[in-house]
């Protein structure tokens, strides 16, 4: 049975910085897409970032290109989102994502494509 439990929330000012991690368990994610995606208060989960698990592509939301980097650590069978420069406007509940299937540019930003989906951990930037 697929896990994946996200950590690393919390209140940050405006330009500050946080790391999130998704610890998985429960399969080999070696070959998994991995997928990081927010959801504000009255609008819908939108994508964030994704990779897939072994490295390789990354893929971005234009709005938080630049700012945030998508990273794993087999190892630890960890996935990161660090969050530089944070804005009031990436409040949200954050998600982990997983998929079995390869990624690509295109699949990967849609919330379907993934199988399995975490608990999310919320990020909340004061201005």
């Known amino acids: 049975q697929v896990q994946l439990v996200e950590s690393g929330g919390g209140l940050v000012q405006a330009g500050g910085s946080l790391r999130l991690s998704c610890a998985a368990s429960?399969?080999?994610?070696?070959?998994?897409?991995m997928g990081w995606f927010r959801q504000a208060p009255g609008k819908e989960r939108e994508f964030v970032a994704a990779?897939?698990?072994?490295?390789?592509?990354?893929y971005y939301a234009d709005s938080v290109k630049g700012r945030f980097t998508i990273s794993s650590a087999n190892a630890k069978n960890t996935v990161y989102l660090q969050m530089n420069s944070l804005k009031p406007e990436d409040t949200a509940v954050y998600y982990c994502?997983?998929?079995?299937?390869?990624?690509?540019?295109?699949?990967?930003?849609?919330?379907?494509?993934?199988?399995?989906w975490g608990q999310g951990t919320q990020v909340t930037v004061s201005s």
């Open positions: 994502a997983a998929s079995p299937s390869s990624i690509g540019a295109v699949r990967a930003r849609s919330t379907s494509f993934y199988d399995y």
């Open positions: 429960g399969r080999t994610f070696s070959t998994y897409a």
């Open positions: 990779t897939r698990w072994s490295g390789g592509s990354k």
